[in-house]
């Protein structure tokens, strides 16, 4: 089984310069849990449970369900005996315990790590109300990293494979159902009816542990994100039509944007020099995405998705994961451009300045494609043309090309770039 070596991997370890107890968070099935259990050698690992009870792990012994007091107890013990301590699934413990953490924070001489399967959760810890302020650092667990992901796919696939399974292997829940081989279309293809299965229950239990109902409105948000409406217009409009809003104005849909932004799932990417808008909105994960997109098609009936639909679809998740990569390679802002009936597909930004345009392929360029492509990007005033195929050099006619194996490369150095900065931030004197 391929593993992704994540960069929060070794924050977890070594654990915040300040000395503060660390409170890892995010939305469902992200690998907090797969992390915390790889990363952090601890002494007790409590699991909250939905009933009232918890289920407690504790040095050699086998996994039993126990009260929460007495979870607690066993971790704030290991904790204060100089141990690492893990209460996993930390939402679901009632707020009227909290005060028991803080006080224990005096006579801690070890960690304990809280994880929260939910965004809300960190809003409560660090709300200045709460006992818990000042206790705790917070770490932030989103989808993997591009630039991990790669890099670690690499080790088993070939660049070109493992270029295309990084953009849907970014959520790790896909590790757990697919082996990363081959063809990613043809594989998605093979799985599509499991696969979407798997994504209408991790949506629904978002929901859930956020603590909001997963209402027919927002389901409908979710799924024309996946077709392509990307404006908070466009989306009002399709929404008032269904008869799910009363009047097709943007200003009601952002709110509901902006929430499913807080809970993980969507996410805002700024357009440039693009009339009439500036917020391209879309999942935040790649393979939601494409998964509701074939759901949305007709495909969860058991039915196999063409190839085609699936590689057409996947194309378009390309450009975001490769603008992704880009930004976190050279520290600068994505933004996506549309200039009438053409498009952009990653320009970085620095401050409101345009540095660099690229057009991305998930299949090998045309001479003519290429060419055509850096006369758009350059007409628009950009300094730099880039190309990027996840399948061969691109042709040399760009400012810059990447073919799959100089984004592994590209990838490799930027893990280790961020690794070293992130390293001697930690180690800072608090």
């Given at each position: 089984?391929?593993?992704?070596?994540?960069?929060?991997?070794?924050?977890?370890?070594?654990?915040?310069?300040?000395?503060?107890?660390?409170?890892?968070?995010?939305?469902?099935?992200?690998?907090?849990?797969?992390?915390?259990?790889?990363?952090?050698?601890?002494?007790?690992?409590?699991?909250?449970?939905?009933?009232?009870?918890?289920?407690?792990?504790?040095?050699?012994?086998?996994?039993?369900?126990?009260?929460?007091?007495?979870?607690?107890?066993?971790?704030?013990?290991?904790?204060?005996?100089?141990?690492?301590?893990?209460?996993?699934?930390?939402?679901?413990?009632?707020?009227?315990?909290?005060?028991?953490?803080?006080?224990?924070?005096?006579?801690?001489?070890?960690?304990?790590?809280?994880?929260?399967?939910?965004?809300?959760?960190?809003?409560?810890?660090?709300?200045?109300?709460?006992?818990?302020?000042?206790?705790?650092?917070p770490l932030k667990v989103d989808l993997a990293s591009p630039s991990d992901t790669l890099v670690s796919l690499s080790t088993a696939l070939s660049p070109s494979e493992a270029a295309k399974w990084a953009i849907v292997a970014r959520d790790p829940w896909l590790l757990g159902l697919?082996?990363?081989?081959?063809?990613?279309?043809?594989?998605?293809?093979?799985?599509?009816?499991?696969?979407?299965?798997?994504?209408?229950?991790?949506?629904?239990?978002?929901?859930?542990?956020?603590?909001?109902?997963?209402?027919?409105?927002?389901?409908?948000?979710?799924?024309?994100?996946?077709?392509?409406?990307?404006?908070?217009?466009?989306?009002?409009?399709?929404?008032?039509?269904?008869r799910l809003l009363p009047r097709p104005e943007a200003s009601l849909v952002t709110g509901m944007l902006a929430q499913l932004a807080a809970m993980g799932l969507v996410e805002r990417v700024r357009m440039w020099k693009t009339p009439g808008a500036r917020i391209y909105y879309r999942?935040?994960?790649?393979?939601?995405?494409?998964?509701?997109?074939?759901?949305?098609?007709?495909?969860?009936?058991?039915?196999?998705?063409?190839?085609?639909?699936?590689?057409?679809?996947?194309?378009?998740?390309?450009?975001?994961?490769?603008?992704?990569?880009?930004?976190?390679?050279?520290?600068?802002?994505?933004?996506?451009?549309?200039?009438?009936?053409?498009?952009?597909?990653?320009?970085?930004?620095?401050?409101?300045?345009?540095?660099?345009?690229?057009?991305?392929?998930?299949?090998?360029?045309?001479?003519?494609?290429?060419?055509?492509?850096?006369?758009?990007?350059?007409?628009?005033?950009?300094?730099?043309?880039?190309?990027?195929?996840?399948?061969?050099?691109?042709?040399?006619?760009?400012?810059?090309?990447?073919?799959?194996?100089?984004?592994?490369?590209?990838?490799?150095?930027?893990?280790?770039?961020?690794?070293?900065?992130?390293?001697?931030?930690?180690?800072?004197?608090?």
């Amino acid at each position: 089984m391929v593993v992704i070596d994540r960069w929060e991997c070794w924050s977890l370890r070594e654990g915040p310069a300040s000395g503060a107890w660390l409170l890892v968070y995010g939305r469902r099935k992200t690998g907090k849990t797969f992390l915390l259990r790889r990363c952090v050698d601890s002494a007790v690992y409590v699991t909250i449970g939905r009933s009232g009870l918890c289920l407690v792990e504790e040095g050699d012994e086998g996994p039993r369900i126990a009260s929460l007091e007495e979870g607690l107890k066993a971790a704030l013990r290991a904790v204060e005996s100089g141990y690492a301590a893990v209460i996993d699934e930390f939402q679901r413990l009632p707020e009227e315990y909290w005060d028991l953490l803080a006080v224990s924070r005096a006579r801690g001489k070890g960690r304990l790590i809280l994880c929260g399967s939910s965004l809300g959760v960190a809003s409560k810890v660090f709300d200045r109300r709460s006992p818990l302020l000042g206790f705790f650092a917070p770490l932030k667990v989103d989808l993997a990293s591009p630039s991990d992901t790669l890099v670690s796919l690499s080790t088993a696939l070939s660049p070109s494979e493992a270029a295309k399974w990084a953009i849907v292997a970014r959520d790790p829940w896909l590790l757990g159902l697919l082996e990363p081989r081959g063809d990613v279309v043809e594989a998605i293809a093979e799985s599509a009816h499991l696969l979407v299965a798997s994504a209408s229950g991790l949506v629904g239990e978002v929901f859930r542990e956020e603590e909001r109902k997963l209402t027919q409105l927002y389901d409908a948000i979710l799924r024309l994100l996946a077709l392509g409406y990307w404006s908070s217009a466009a989306l009002a409009q399709k929404l008032h039509e269904a008869r799910l809003l009363p009047r097709p104005e943007a200003s009601l849909v952002t709110g509901m944007l902006a929430q499913l932004a807080a809970m993980g799932l969507v996410e805002r990417v700024r357009m440039w020099k693009t009339p009439g808008a500036r917020i391209y909105y879309r999942h935040r994960s790649s393979l939601l995405s494409l998964l509701m997109a074939l759901e949305e098609r007709g495909f969860e009936a058991g039915l196999r998705p063409s190839c085609e639909v699936v590689s057409s679809t996947l194309g378009v998740e390309a450009q975001f994961f490769v603008g992704e990569l880009l930004a976190e390679a050279t520290g600068l802002k994505r933004a996506y451009a549309i200039t009438g009936t053409w498009d952009v597909d990653v320009v970085l930004l620095k401050g409101e300045r345009a540095v660099a345009g690229y057009e991305v392929k998930l299949g090998p360029f045309s001479g003519s494609e290429a060419s055509k492509a850096v006369e758009r990007i350059r007409s628009l005033g950009i300094p730099r043309a880039g190309l990027v195929s996840l399948t061969e050099e691109p042709p040399p006619v760009a400012d810059e090309g990447y073919g799959p194996s100089d984004l592994v490369e590209l990838a490799r150095k930027t893990t280790e770039r961020l690794r070293r900065a992130r390293r001697s931030y930690s180690r800072a004197p608090p």
